[in-house]
C-alpha cells in the first residue's frame, strides 16, 4: 500500500511539474509573438494569411509565378507544393531577406507515405489497427520533415458512404467512430508529442465539413443533410481530430447549410474554435476563398475576402482575395483589427512551436535527407503496414495460403508489373524503387509465366489462347486486376464503378482451365466485380499499397502473413445501391425478403460485402457473448481457435502455426454491432484492447468491449 501511495505521490507531482512547464512555456511563446507582431505592418500581417503555390498546381492553375520578391517583402506566410532541403531553404532565405525575417511555412499533400509509399488511407484503414495507422503516419512525418517540410495537408477524415466519390481513397471509410479512432492515430503519428522536434510535421484535419456527402457522390458537388445527421455520422472525426491537438484545420469545397463552408462562421468560428476550443489556425482549400464567387455567395474577390476573415478563415490558399483586399477593407472599417490579429497570431503559434523562429533551416538539411528518406527501417514499415491492409474475401477449397511444393505461376495482368499503379493516388513516391509483384515473385524464386491477358487503356481481352495455354502449364494462376490508381482520388468520381466486363471474363475463362485462381482485386475504392465473385475460388483485395506491395502481397499469397485485415467500407452489389452502408436507421417497413417492405424489384438489397468483413486462414468459433449489467456497456465473448488452413508447417510440438497465425491487434480484434430494443441505429464499437498474440490451437480466450454510454448516444 505505501508503495502505491509513493508511485501515485511521484506521478502527481510529475504531472504538476510538466504542467507548470507547459504554462512557462505558453507565456514565453505569447510574450514573443506579441512583441513581434507589434512590429509588425498591416500590410506583413495580411502577408502571414497568404499562401501561394511554388511549385506544380494541385487545382485550378494560377499564375506560378517566381515569388521571392513578394517573399523577400514579408508578403507570403506559406508555400505549398515546394519539397526538397534544397528548394525550402531557398526559398526560405528569401524570406530572412524580409525586414521582420519572420519564416515560411511549408506544406504538401503528403497524404500515405512521402518517398516511401504507405498504402491508400482507405487500405489502412482496413488493417483496423490503430497502431500500424500511426506509425504509418511517423515514417511520413520523418521523410516529409527531412525533405524541408513542415505542415501535411492530413488526414483526411471525411465520412462516405457512397463508394461513387472518387476520394474515399483518402479516408477511412463509412464508420464515425472508428473515423474518430483513426483520425487521432494518424493526428499523434504526424504531430508526435512535441512538435519542437526535427521528425514532426503539423497535421491538418479536413475537410471541414460534410465533405464527403456530396451529393450524388460528385466532387466539388453541394451537401445537403439535417443537423441531426452531420452531429451524429459526420461530425464526430473532426471532433476527435481538434481533441488530438490538430495543429491545423482545412475547411471544405463544398457548401454547408445552404453557406460554402470557406465562409461558414456557424463552422469555423462558433463549432470550431469556439465551442471545441481549437488553438490552432484554418486554412482555405485550394482557391475555395474565391469559389465564392462560383457559389454566388460573394459578388466579388473583396466580399469573399470579407466573408472569409468574418466566418473565422485564417489563411488563405492560392486565390490571392486576402493579399488583394484585406488591407483596404481594414482600413475602410469594415474588417476589425482584431480578426486579422488573431488569424495572424493563430499562424505564428504554430511557426513557433516547430521552432522555426530559433532556426529558420532547421528542416533543411540535405544530409539528413538523404540519411531519413527511403532506408530500410521505411520500408520495413510500409511493408508491416501493407501486409496488414489486405483483405481476404473468399477463399474456397483453402486456395490460400499457397503451398510451397508450387513450382510454376501463370501471373496474369500488367498492373503485377505497374509500379506507378502501385503507388496509388495522392502519391509522392519515388515510382521507380516500388517493388512490384511480379519483382517480389521473381525475388522468392518463383517460376513466373507471364501474360499482359488484358489490355491496361482499353480493358480489352489480349492474346487469350495464349494467356490460356500458360494458365494450363503452370501450377496456380494470379490474376491481378481493378483500377489503375488514376481512377480513383480529387476529381476521379464515377458513376459506375464496376470492373470491366472485359477482364472479368478474363477470370470465368481462366477458372475454366480447372487451375486454382487467385484473383488480387487493385482498387482505390470498393468496386463492383459480381461476375469474379462468383467464379474465382479465392480473392484478395489489395488495394493500392505503396512501395512494398510486391512484398506485402507475396507475404500473404504464400502465408508468412495471415490475412487480418476487414472492410472500413460497404461493397456494392449494384450501382443502384449506392450510397450503401450498414448504419440504416429502422424504418417503419424494414428490408425483409418480400412483402411490403424497404426494398428493390430490380437488383438485390443485400451488400457483396458488407462493412467489417474479412476473412483469415484461420478458423475461429465465438461463443457465450453476454452483456453485462451496470453503467458502462459491458460485453464479454469466448473464441476459439479450431485450425489453419493449409499449415505450411507446424512448430513447439505442432501446437503453433508459425508464419500464418491470427494477428489481434488493439482495438479491431473484435467489433461488435449493437441496437438497443428501442434504437434507432446500430453502432459498431470495438473491443477493449487486446493483445496481439499466438494461440495455441483448442485454446478458449476471453475478449470484450468495455465502453462508454457516450459510444452509443444518438444526437437530435
Not at 136 to 160: N, Q, Y
Not at 195 to 222: P, R
Not at 555 to 581: A, C, E, R
Not at 628 to 636: S, Y
Amino acid at each position: 500500500m505505501m508503495k502505491r501511495l509513493i508511485t501515485y505521490s511521484c506521478m502527481a507531482i510529475f504531472a504538476m511539474g510538466s504542467m507548470a512547464q507547459n504554462q512557462k512555456d505558453e507565456a514565453q511563446m505569447n510574450r514573443f509573438i506579441s512583441g513581434l507582431m507589434k512590429k509588425m505592418t498591416l500590410e506583413e500581417k495580411v502577408g502571414q494569411l497568404s499562401q501561394c503555390s511554388g511549385g506544380f498546381a494541385t487545382g485550378p492553375d494560377n499564375t506560378r509565378i517566381s515569388r521571392t520578391e513578394d517573399i523577400s517583402k514579408g508578403l507570403i506566410g506559406s508555400l505549398l507544393n515546394v519539397s526538397g532541403a534544397a528548394n525550402t531553404r531557398k526559398y526560405q532565405e528569401a524570406a530572412m531577406k524580409s525586414r521582420l525575417q519572420i519564416p515560411l511555412l511549408f506544406g504538401l499533400d503528403v497524404i500515405h507515405g512521402y518517398r516511401t509509399g504507405f498504402p491508400l488511407p482507405l487500405a489502412e484503414a482496413a488493417s483496423f489497427d490503430l497502431d500500424a495507422i500511426e506509425r504509418g503516419s511517423r515514417c511520413a512525418a520523418k521523410e516529409a520533415a527531412a525533405a524541408g517540410l513542415h505542415w501535411t495537408f492530413a488526414p483526411m477524415v471525411d465520412i462516405s458512404w457512397d463508394a461513387r466519390w472518387g476520394r474515399v481513397m483518402e479516408g477511412a471509410g463509412e464508420d464515425p467512430y472508428y473515423g474518430s479512432l483513426v483520425a487521432k492515430a494518424r493526428v499523434h503519428g504526424l504531430q508526435g508529442d512535441d512538435l519542437s522536434k526535427e521528425n514532426t510535421i503539423l497535421s491538418c484535419i479536413k475537410h471541414f465539413a460534410g465533405y464527403g456527402a456530396a451529393i450524388a457522390g460528385k466532387d466539388y458537388n453541394s451537401v445537403d443533410m439535417s443537423m441531426g445527421q452531420f452531429v451524429n455520422f459526420y461530425m464526430p472525426p473532426y471532433k476527435a481530430g481538434a481533441e488530438a491537438g490538430a495543429a491545423t484545420f482545412m475547411s471544405a469545397f463544398n457548401d454547408f447549410n445552404n453557406e460554402p463552408s470557406t465562409g461558414s462562421t456557424f463552422l469555423l468560428r462558433k463549432l470550431l474554435k469556439n465551442q471545441w476550443g481549437f488553438k490552432g489556425f484554418v486554412v482555405s482549400d485550394w482557391g475555395s476563398v474565391g469559389e465564392m464567387m462560383n457559389h454566388r455567395y460573394a459578388k466579388d474577390e473583396k466580399e469573399a475576402a470579407y466573408k472569409g476573415i468574418k466566418a473565422g478563415l485564417d489563411m488563405e490558399m492560392v486565390s490571392e482575395c486576402y493579399s488583394k483586399n484585406l488591407v483596404s477593407l481594414v482600413k475602410e472599417g469594415k474588417v476589425s483589427i482584431k480578426l486579422v490579429d488573431d488569424a495572424v497570431r493563430r499562424i505564428l503559434e504554430q511557426k513557433y512551436k516547430l521552432g522555426l523562429f530559433d532556426d529558420p533551416f532547421r528542416y533543411c538539411d540535405e544530409e539528413r535527407e538523404r540519411t531519413v528518406i527511403g532506408s530500410q527501417e521505411s520500408r520495413k514499415e510500409a511493408c508491416y503496414v501493407s501486409e496488414r491492409s489486405i483483405v481476404l474475401l473468399k477463399n474456397e477449397n483453402s486456395v490460400l495460403p499457397l503451398s510451397s511444393s508450387i513450382k510454376k505461376v501463370a501471373l496474369i495482368g500488367a498492373l503485377s508489373k505497374s509500379q506507378k499503379d502501385m503507388c496509388g493516388a495522392w502519391s509522392c513516391a519515388e515510382v521507380g524503387k516500388v517493388v512490384t509483384l511480379y519483382e517480389a515473385m521473381e525475388k522468392r524464386g518463383v517460376d513466373i509465366n507471364y501474360n499482359d491477358g488484358y489490355d491496361l487503356k482499353t480493358n480489352k481481352i489480349v492474346n487469350l489462347d495464349q494467356t490460356l495455354a500458360a494458365a494450363r502449364q503452370s501450377d496456380v494462376v494470379i490474376v491481378a486486376m481493378g483500377e489503375q490508381a488514376w481512377e480513383s482520388g480529387e476529381m476521379r468520381s464515377k458513376g459506375d464503378i464496376s470492373i470491366a466486363a472485359e477482364q472479368q471474363r478474363l477470370v470465368s475463362e481462366l477458372v475454366k482451365t480447372g487451375k486454382p485462381v487467385v484473383v488480387l482485386m487493385m482498387c482505390g475504392r470498393p468496386v463492383i466485380f459480381n461476375e469474379v465473385r462468383r467464379e474465382a475460388p479465392a480473392i484478395l483485395c489489395t488495394w493500392w499499397l505503396g512501395s512494398e506491395a510486391g512484398n506485402a502481397i507475396c507475404n500473404v499469397l504464400w502465408g508468412d502473413y495471415n490475412p487480418s485485415g476487414k472492410l472500413p467500407m460497404t461493397f456494392p452489389q449494384h450501382n443502384g445501391q449506392i450510397p450503401l452502408y450498414y448504419q440504416y436507421k429502422s424504418t417503419g417497413r424494414p428490408t425483409a425478403l418480400g412483402g411490403w417492405c424497404a426494398k428493390y424489384i430490380d437488383i438485390p438489397t443485400e451488400p457483396a460485402y458488407p462493412f467489417g468483413y474479412g476473412l483469415s486462414y484461420t478458423t475461429f468459433n465465438y461463443s457465450d457473448v453476454k452483456l453485462l449489467p451496470g453503467a458502462r456497456i459491458l460485453i464479454r465473448v469466448s473464441l476459439r481457435w479450431y485450425r489453419c488452413r493449409k499449415r505450411r508447417r507446424m512448430t513447439r510440438e505442432n501446437r503453433f502455426c508459425t508464419g500464418i497465425l491470427p494477428k489481434f491487434r488493439k482495438p479491431d480484434s473484435l467489433y461488435f454491432w449493437i441496437r438497443h430494443g428501442w434504437m434507432r441505429l446500430r453502432r459498431s464499437v470495438c473491443t477493449e484492447p487486446f493483445p496481439r498474440m499466438y494461440m495455441p490451437i483448442g485454446l478458449k480466450v476471453s475478449a470484450g468491449l468495455n465502453g462508454s454510454l457516450q459510444t452509443m448516444a444518438i444526437w437530435s
